[in-house]
């Protein structure tokens, strides 16, 4: 500095304890009692130059100075922040040169960065995407009050009214009992008291349900008191008639969220009701497309006379300290009772036996979980694998970089500083490969949602699992932080000297159990890799093997729509025919349509129609008549699905009401019944008919697939709508318009002929096939992800491995091509190391495939479809595949053998 | 000690950066030039130039280095910083508007409206 300069002199030299002071840092104290003093003695000098007493100067200095201890302190307070404030500083710049330096490391190398960034990424990502999925719906809990004590009663909780009362009335074992119809539609029409502009009618779907049902999941309703009971014989257990509850969605898009709703009047299936609630958000219970609830009302007539065909699901909450199997044992009880009264309902010997209790999330989900837990095994492998992947390349790394660190250690590069460098180096890596993980699991929980069985509980909750991504983040940078740790740790425990020697002498005894550590490992990430391959691939076959089962009717142009006219006004058969007859015709007017038809059930739609059928001649026994798909249809219907007539005719308006009744019978009905015989002028009887309601055979029609793809069809019956009318029925029409602008002319169309007929969602069939391949398409999916992602770690395993072996052997390969051995020599050499491993980790993946084979062949309801566990083409294609990739992840590293240069090898060792 | 709690200590801050606005100096210099241009009547006493320094060096308003003093011993000299010198012109103006407020109010010949009737 100028001024110091100008004095042109050296200060006077520090007594050495002050030097050696220094060396640790500023010494605050002492500069500050130098500076003060110096201040006194000068002041003393110019007083004593003023005229002042020596001794008098110096008091009269010290007394213009003040209070020099608390100067003293003041100094040495401001003076101590400020060299924490500096070393702090200086702290930071030096983490910031080791991420600078991290990041210049990682650069230079790429083929390491990118390898343990995508291992890194990979794991966090998809461990996380998949185990928040099946965390959030398979293991969280429901979405109801205690849900460990509700349970569903019966198998699969279908029971009588007769049944239901006797649980709700003598059941002891629970807190409380209630009970929802199946699924049924419902017309919900403008509100009676509606203003200016009522919403159109519109069909939804609901059930009926008993005033308890919301008790018994310990849920309030969103808004309202709640279902009233009806003070009726049966007593609390039924709900009184001529109310309603909304689901929250249905009320915020129909009604606009207005809460005045509660005790307004709407009409539902023509009659008014009440709506006493507005149900929970995102309840969906008894599943996700429920958006009514009805009253089950139970009066004494019902018990006896619907046992057999009217269906309630009970569930209950069991009472404080029942267990499910108290609660089993005691329904048993109640069901010996129920046998005794009931005789006639109840002949089979089976009867008490089969009353069950079950957990009603275990029921609910009990079905996906062994395919769940397959991917939970997965994914755990797939961590595991990935952290011993990281820690391999990290080992990998540490041994070329050996030499750089005892190089800088024998430069003087303290331990801490080298730990330091090492773990900031560590935590680069980590940070970013958590960063990218995240991202990928936040895609990933995405994608998979919208891939998700629509009939799982809760789907619409599932967000990514905080606890998963700690674990997965928290495994990977512990372990990165460890790896990265350990050859810090052995170069500069050594010594100096020791460490430079030890470095630059080559590969070490512990180098080579190391290795065969690594080798394992990537046998064991190849087998696992082999595994899912093949796990996926014999999905993924069935999946392409479903999609290509021809259902019998044509999907893509197809749309259909549930038309629900107002049952008061359309209760008699001439007005019902005379309404459908206009809207085919008009729908069938619309340019672009091709053919337009109604049927009373849709393939792959809710609610098929499987009626116990007599085939004359063929079915003596009354009690076991075969099951018949059975369909109401007009002219035009199986045109518009694209059924062919196989022989015989089609139906034409000439088969009318009173004409004699015929129906159409599919082909699987005639290879059953009439396999050597005239199928035309046979005879069926219609089941809801009495004794006299046969009817005639006149055309035999293509089989169509009813509710899933695999299996047979089954025998299928048509009936001309007007000789058996109904009153809700679905529109089917094929057109070559794109599906929107069809589904708004259907739309004005109806309200042209009556605004108050209700129309329900409109679909292609297409998307109703598809819905039924959900869950075969989320489970191929997730396994070939698994797949792809094992396939990458084993690829950069056995990269690291191999590069690992090479860095390692870099001093011998130089020795031995000096002594004259050819480049192909160490080339194979090389690869034969990175391939050994391979070859055992194929053949232990394919015993593994062949029991996975197994496990997905015997999971309830048969994920496997069209393809045998021991496919040629997987078993022999995987392999193949998985060595290809081993090859070209030994290539670059054996290329890098190859190149090296004998001379500068064995100097530089 | 007493009087020199009269004085506000940010007005001491000033004080010390102006004095080294002219160049860098010890403490001692400080206190002497200070003392001489305002004859002692601030009676500041010399030891509170002190914490202000090392304040006013923690804020990064002034840095020092060790040199040789006149007598040649080691001293510890004192030099503004651009962010000093920046601070000093902020507070010199702020200064100068506080002074124009103060002295319009103490040298104003206007009485007040309701004073009429008080005096």
Redesign the interface.
């Known amino acids: 500095?100028?001024?110091?300069?100008r004095?042109g002199?050296?200060?006077?030299e520090?007594p050495i304890w002050r030097r050696i002071r220094r060396m640790f840092g500023p010494d605050v104290e002492a500069?500050?009692d130098?500076?003060?003093e110096?201040?006194l003695?000068?002041?003393t000098?110019?007083l004593v130059a003023e005229g002042y007493e020596p001794k008098a100067a110096r008091r009269e200095?010290e007394r213009?100075?003040?209070?020099?201890r608390?100067?003293a302190r003041?100094?040495r307070a401001?003076?101590g922040?400020?060299v924490k404030?500096a070393a702090r500083r200086e702290w930071l710049q030096g983490v910031g040169q080791d991420l600078a330096y991290g990041l210049r490391q990682l650069r230079r190398d790429p083929g390491f960065a990118a390898a343990a960034l995508l291992t890194l990424a990979l794991a966090i990502g998809a461990v996380t995407a998949v185990a928040s999925v099946v965390d959030g719906v398979l293991l969280a809990a429901l979405p109801y009050g205690e849900p460990d004590r509700i349970v569903r009663l019966w198998p699969d909780g279908a029971a009588s009214r007769a049944e239901y009362v006797r649980v709700a009335q003598e059941g002891e074992s629970y807190e409380r009992v209630a009970a929802h119809s199946v699924e049924v539609g419902f017309t919900v029409d403008a509100a009676e008291t509606e203003a200016d502009e009522p919403p159109a009618p519109e069909r939804l779907r609901g059930v009926y349900v008993t005033p308890g049902l919301l008790d018994v999941l310990g849920l309030e309703p969103a808004l309202g008191p709640g279902f009233e009971a009806d003070a009726g014989p049966v007593g609390t257990h039924g709900a009184r008639p001529g109310q309603v509850a909304v689901s929250h969605r249905l009320w915020q898009r129909r009604f606009g969220g207005d809460p005045e709703v509660i005790g307004q009047r709407i009409r539902v299936d023509g009659e008014p009701h009440t709506v006493v609630a507005v149900l929970p958000r995102n309840l969906g219970f008894p599943d996700r497309d429920v958006d009514i609830w009805g009253t089950e009302s139970l009066t004494d007539r019902d018990l006896g006379e619907f046992w057999g065909s009217s269906i309630l699901v009970t569930v209950a909450r069991l009472a404080e300290g029942v267990t499910v199997d108290g609660a089993r044992a005691e329904l048993r009880g109640l069901a010996r009772g129920l046998r005794r009264d009931n005789p006639i309902w109840t002949p089979s010997e089976s009867y008490v036996e089969a009353a069950d209790v079950a957990n009603l999330k275990e029921a609910l989900v009990g079905s996906t979980r062994p395919a769940f837990l397959i991917l939970v095994g997965g994914v755990l492998l797939v961590l595991l694998v990935a952290v011993a992947n990281v820690a391999n390349l990290l080992l990998a790394r540490a041994a070329t970089r050996e030499r750089e660190l005892a190089v800088r250690s024998f430069m003087g590069a303290g331990r801490g500083r080298l730990v330091r460098q090492l773990l900031t180096e560590s935590l680069v890596v980590a940070v970013l490969g958590s960063v990218l993980g995240l991202g990928l699991a936040v895609v990933g929980v995405e994608a998979l949602v919208t891939l998700l069985p629509a009939d799982l509980p809760r789907v619409d909750e599932v967000g990514i699992d905080g606890r998963v991504l700690a674990f997965a983040v928290g495994l990977t940078v512990v372990t990165t932080f460890l790896f990265g740790l350990l050859p810090a740790l052995r170069t500069t425990r050594r010594g100096r000297a020791s460490a430079g020697l030890g470095a630059l002498g080559g590969a070490t005894t512990q180098g080579r159990s190391q290795r065969r550590l690594a080798g394992l490992l990537v046998a064991a990430e190849v087998a696992l890799a082999v595994v899912l391959l093949v796990g996926a691939g014999l999905l993924g076959k069935s999946f392409a093997a479903l999609q290509a089962v021809d259902p019998g009717f044509e999907r893509t142009r197809v749309l259909t729509t549930e038309v629900g006219p107002p049952a008061m006004e359309y209760a008699g058969d001439e007005t019902r025919i005379a309404f459908y007859r206009e809207l085919v015709e008009r729908v069938g007017a619309i340019p672009g349509v091709e053919a337009a038809g109604i049927a009373s059930q849709v393939p792959f739609d809710q609610g098929a129609e499987v009626m116990a059928t007599g085939v004359e001649g063929k079915t003596p026994d009354p009690n076991a008549l075969p099951l018949f798909d059975s369909r109401r249809i007009v002219p035009g219907t199986l045109e518009a699905l694209g059924v062919p007539l196989l022989a015989g005719r089609r139906l034409t308006e000439a088969d009318r009401a009173d004409s004699l009744p015929v129906a159409l019978v599919g082909q699987a009905a005639v290879d059953r019944f009439w396999p050597h015989e005239d199928p035309l002028g046979q005879r069926i009887h219609y089941p809801w008919g009495g004794e006299d309601a046969w009817m005639t055979v006149v055309g035999v029609v293509g089989e169509i697939k009813n509710n899933q793809l695999a299996g047979e069809a089954k025998p299928a019956f048509y009936v001309p709508y007007p000789q058996r009318t109904q009153n809700t029925m679905n529109l089917v029409v094929r057109s070559t318009l794109a599906p929107d602008a069809l589904a708004g002319a259907i739309r004005e169309t109806v309200e042209v002929i009556d605004p108050d007929v209700a129309l329900g969602p409109q679909r292609t069939l297409a998307e109703l096939v598809d819905d039924s391949l959900g869950r075969l398409r989320f489970t191929s999916l997730l396994l070939g992800l698994f797949a792809a992602v094992a396939l990458g770690l084993g690829a950069v395993g056995i990269y690291g491995i191999v590069s690992y072996g090479v860095g390692r052997r870099t001093r011998e390969i130089g020795v031995r091509m000096a002594v004259g051995a050819g480049r192909g020599e160490v080339f194979w050499a090389v690869m034969r190391g990175g391939l050994g491993q391979v070859l055992l980790g194929v053949v232990a993946g394919v015993v593994g495939a062949f029991a996975l084979g197994r496990v997905l062949a015997g999971l309830p309801g048969g994920l496997l479809y069209g393809v045998e566990t021991t496919d040629p083409w997987l078993l022999a294609g995987v392999p193949a595949a998985l060595v290809l990739v081993a090859v070209v992840a030994s290539w670059l590293p054996a290329r890098r053998a190859v190149a090296i240069d004998p001379v500068s090898a064995l100097r530089a060792d | 000690?007493a009087t020199?709690s009269k004085l506000l200590q940010g007005t001491l801050d000033v004080l010390v950066l102006k004095t080294l606005a002219w160049?860098?100096?010890?403490?001692?210099a400080v206190?002497?030039w200070i003392a001489r241009q305002t004859d002692d009547a601030l009676e500041i006493?010399?030891?509170?130039l002190?914490?202000a320094?090392?304040?006013l060096?923690?804020q990064g308003l002034v840095e020092a280095?060790?040199?040789?003093?006149?007598?040649?011993?080691?001293?510890?000299?004192y030099?503004l910083t651009d962010d000093g010198r920046s601070r000093l012109g902020d507070e010199v103006a702020s200064w100068e508007r506080i002074a124009r407020a103060v002295a319009s109010v103490l040298e104003s010949t206007e009485r007040p409206s309701w004073a009429e009737e008080a005096s």
Not at chain 2, 66 to 77: I, L, Q, T
């Open positions: 500095m100028k001024e110091a300069d004095g002199r050296l200060p006077d520090e500069d500050v130098e500076e003060i110096l201040h003695e000068m002041a000098d110019d200095a213009r100075f003040g209070d020099r608390r100067v003041e100094c401001e003076g922040r400020r404030t | 000690m020199s160049g860098p100096a010890h403490g001692y206190a002497r006493e010399d030891g509170s002190y914490p320094l090392h304040r060096e923690r280095r060790w040199g040789a003093s006149e007598n040649n011993r080691r001293a510890k000299f030099q």
